[in-house]
Protein backbone atom coordinates (compact mmCIF):
# COMPACT_ATOMS: atom_id res chain seq x y z
CA UNK A 1 0.00 0.00 0.00
CA UNK A 2 1.17 3.41 -0.48
CA UNK A 3 1.71 6.27 1.68
CA UNK A 4 -1.28 7.88 -0.40
CA UNK A 5 -3.48 5.27 -0.25
CA UNK A 6 -3.37 4.48 3.10
CA UNK A 7 -3.74 8.12 3.78
CA UNK A 8 -6.69 8.06 2.54
CA UNK A 9 -7.68 4.98 4.53
CA UNK A 10 -6.69 7.07 7.29
CA UNK A 11 -8.87 10.07 6.61
CA UNK A 12 -11.71 8.15 5.73
CA UNK A 13 -11.52 6.25 8.97
CA UNK A 14 -11.29 9.69 11.14
CA UNK A 15 -13.76 10.87 8.62
CA UNK A 16 -16.67 7.75 9.70
CA UNK A 17 -15.64 8.04 13.22
CA UNK A 18 -16.66 11.63 13.05
CA UNK A 19 -19.84 11.30 11.41
CA UNK A 20 -20.43 8.62 13.52
CA UNK A 21 -19.41 10.54 17.21
CA UNK A 22 -21.78 13.48 15.54
CA UNK A 23 -24.94 11.00 14.85
CA UNK A 24 -23.98 9.81 18.70
CA UNK A 25 -24.26 12.94 20.02
CA UNK A 26 -27.17 14.61 18.19
CA UNK A 27 -29.02 10.93 19.48
CA UNK A 28 -28.07 11.83 23.06
CA UNK A 29 -29.17 15.02 22.84
CA UNK A 30 -32.72 13.81 21.19
CA UNK A 31 -33.02 11.73 24.25
CA UNK A 32 -32.05 15.07 26.67
CA UNK A 33 -34.48 17.11 25.04
CA UNK A 34 -37.11 14.67 24.91
CA UNK A 35 -36.76 13.87 29.09
CA UNK A 36 -36.25 17.30 29.43
CA UNK A 37 -39.82 18.02 27.74
CA UNK A 38 -41.55 15.01 29.73
CA UNK A 39 -40.23 16.40 33.38
CA UNK A 40 -41.59 19.74 32.07
CA UNK A 41 -44.83 18.10 31.02
CA UNK A 42 -45.08 16.81 34.39
CA UNK A 43 -44.40 19.40 36.38
CA UNK A 44 -47.14 21.81 34.50
CA UNK A 45 -49.89 18.25 35.06
CA UNK A 46 -49.16 18.73 38.91
CA UNK A 47 -49.28 22.33 38.89
CA UNK A 48 -52.29 22.43 37.50
CA UNK A 49 -53.73 19.72 39.84
CA UNK A 50 -52.85 21.42 42.78
CA UNK A 51 -54.50 24.52 41.07
CA UNK A 52 -57.90 22.48 40.52
CA UNK A 53 -57.19 21.39 44.23
CA UNK A 54 -57.09 24.40 45.66
CA UNK A 55 -60.11 26.12 43.53
CA UNK A 56 -62.00 23.17 44.66
CA UNK A 57 -61.62 23.74 48.25
CA UNK A 58 -61.97 27.10 47.98
CA UNK A 59 -65.49 26.78 46.45
CA UNK A 60 -66.14 24.17 48.60
CA UNK A 61 -65.72 26.08 51.68
CA UNK A 62 -67.69 29.09 50.29
CA UNK A 63 -71.45 28.89 49.92
CA UNK A 64 -73.46 30.43 47.35
CA UNK A 65 -76.04 32.60 49.31
CA UNK A 66 -77.18 34.74 46.11
CA UNK A 67 -78.90 31.51 44.75
CA UNK A 68 -79.46 30.52 47.64
CA UNK A 69 -81.81 33.50 48.59
CA UNK A 70 -83.09 33.93 45.04
CA UNK A 71 -84.30 29.98 44.43
CA UNK A 72 -85.70 30.08 47.78
CA UNK A 73 -88.25 33.11 47.84
CA UNK A 74 -91.21 33.46 49.79
CA UNK A 75 -92.96 34.64 46.14
CA UNK A 76 -91.59 30.90 44.90
CA UNK A 77 -94.56 28.23 44.83
CA UNK A 78 -91.44 25.55 44.73
CA UNK A 79 -90.26 26.79 48.02
CA UNK A 80 -92.22 25.02 50.36
CA UNK A 81 -94.90 22.12 50.33
CA UNK A 82 -97.98 24.09 50.77
CA UNK A 83 -96.90 27.13 48.63
CA UNK A 84 -96.78 30.92 49.23
CA UNK A 85 -100.10 30.82 50.77
CA UNK A 86 -99.26 28.37 53.46
CA UNK A 87 -101.42 25.48 54.68
CA UNK A 88 -105.63 26.09 54.21
CA UNK A 89 -106.67 26.88 58.15
CA UNK A 90 -109.82 26.13 59.35
CA UNK A 91 -111.61 26.17 62.88
CA UNK A 92 -112.64 22.81 62.55
CA UNK A 93 -108.94 21.17 61.52
CA UNK A 94 -107.49 22.99 64.87
CA UNK A 95 -109.02 21.09 67.12
CA UNK A 96 -108.90 17.72 65.79
CA UNK A 97 -106.11 15.15 67.29
CA UNK A 98 -103.63 13.97 64.85
CA UNK A 99 -100.87 11.62 64.87
CA UNK A 100 -98.47 14.35 64.81
CA UNK A 101 -100.31 16.54 67.28
CA UNK A 102 -101.73 13.49 69.73
Known amino acids: MSGATAA ?18 SN ?6 KA ?3 QQQ ?3 DRQLSQQNEEMRR ?16 VNNDQASLT ?3 GAPVTAGSLSKNSLLGG
Open 8 to 25: AWVGAAVAAAGTAASVYS
Open 28 to 33: KQARQQ
Open 36 to 38: AAR
Open 42 to 44: EAS
Open 58 to 73: ANQATADTSSILSDNS
Open 83 to 85: GAE
